[in-house]
């Protein structure tokens, strides 16, 4: 009896170990199929295509502001309205490019995703563009081309999120620096491409192409571009946490932190000196060189070539930087990215006072179109190790790093821009760009401070 109620007792163990080597081998299956699916560990090829999709959509606003420069003309004949109006064409969609990234990266941060950011803000953009075509007015095509501005600008924060999301901090600043490559192709290619278009088929066909581009990126990223938001917690089996509240103004919030407050600061004397030189060449070049528009067209690409070379440049030096003090020190911090800008800020300022100085003196042409060459890569140099410092520093919340970054820095070249003109009648080019050039090597002194504070500005914070 006593043998048979043993083995009665141990038949019904029996089924409860095994129950429990089952959960263990679920608990082991979710864990690992939860680790495959971080984003992080997918193959580079996976991540290269990520890049290749965002940094793509990321040239559409771009794009979108200057491929009108040589239209605006036309346009303010075509609608009977003044000149000053057919210009806000240009600066509103600058200054809103700007602003309306601060409620994309909210909603990003907060509702923890990617894609459904891409999706809406694509579609929003394309039927805005569309719209814009068959503006019979001047303040229709103003109100559409505020839709059409803030639907493009999501790509650019929510990128960098996307480059946060998918790459470990030493991969990060060359993976930035190719995603860089798409919104700095608009500036070089965009005023081409529209007086192509403006001469040959009329401006309207401008807002046919932005139309059809973005369709094409928003049907892309609909088939191909998986949800990127990494999850801090990837077992299926943990509680969700609670959802955050959504607050567009909410990445405003980060400016408490001079770790990211200075580099902002630095970033939008750059960005906003940029925009001042950019507006100034048209009227330079053709009265002190004789160029025609299509041969000051071509001048753009001088600065184009350099500002592609030094985000390419910028990023796979910073990632040199990191792993090279990891392998001396054994870990590393993000304040360390900071060492790859020094070269960039040194030549800013000098290519911005020699082609200052080249203009006056009326030296061949050859040297102040070469002097705009070194500023676009030095400031591309600071952009990209600047930038790439944010995501690092402010994990979980990139986009809107980069968001605000963006605000700024868009909303100062949209002063400036207004203010460039005046500012050379009255203190002529030399003094002009003398003291832009000062202006800037003062504003260098945001990054190095940030350099040796921004660590102990972190752990305080964290406390």
Known sequence: MDIENNQLHDDKNEPSLENEKNEESDQIRETESASLNDPMNWSLKKKQFIV???????????????????????????????????????????????????????????????RRVYLISLTIYVVASIICAISNNIWQLLAMRTFQAFGGSAVQSIGAGTISDIFIPTERGRAFGWFNLGPIAGPVIGPAIGGYITQYFGW?????????????????????????????????????????????????????????????????????????????????????????????GLVFLSPGIGYSLGSVVSGSYSDFILAKNRKKYGSIYPEMRISSIWFGS???????????WFIVKNVHIALPILSMFFFGF??????????????????????????????????????????????????????????????????????????????????????
């Open 52 to 114: 290749f999709i965002i940094s793509s959509a990321g040239a559409i606003a771009p794009i979108s502001g200057t491929i009108f420069f040589p239209a605006i003309t036309k346009i303010g004949i075509d609608l009977n309205t003044s000149q000053i109006l057919a210009n806000s064409i240009i600066s509103t969609f600058i200054l809103l490019v700007g602003i309306t990234p601060l409620g994309w990266a909210s909603y990003s941060d907060t509702r923890e995703t990617r």
């Open 204 to 296: 309207r066909f401008i807002f046919l192409f932005l139309s059809l581009y973005g369709g094409a990126i928003l049907v892309i990223i609909y088939f191909a571009l998986p949800e990127t938001f990494r999850h801090t917690q990837l077992s299926l089996a943990t509680t969700p946490l609670p959802k955050k509240r959504f607050n567009p103004f909410l990445p405003l919030a980060l400016l408490r932190y001079p770790n990211l407050s200075l580099p902002i600061l630095y970033i939008s004397m750059i960005f906003s000196v940029m925009y001042v030189q950019s507006i100034l060449v048209p009227k330079t070049f053709s009265t002190k060189f004789n160029l025609s528009p299509s041969n000051i």
């Open 346 to 356: 040194v030549l800013v300022p000098v290519s911005l006072l020699a082609y200052g």
């Open 378 to 463: 030095g400031a591309f140099i600071v952009f990209s190790g600047s930038s790439t410092y944010l995501i690092d520093a402010f994990p979980g919340q990139s986009a809107s790093a980069i968001a605000v970054n963006n605000c700024f820095r868009f909303t100062a070249a949209s002063i400036m821009s207004l203010a460039s003109v005046p500012l050379e009648n009255v203190l002529g080019t030399g003094l002009l760009y003398t003291l832009l050039a000062i202006f800037i090597t003062l504003g260098t002194s945001c990054m190095v401070i940030v350099y040796f504070k921004g660590k102990e500005w972190t752990e305080r914070f964290q406390k």
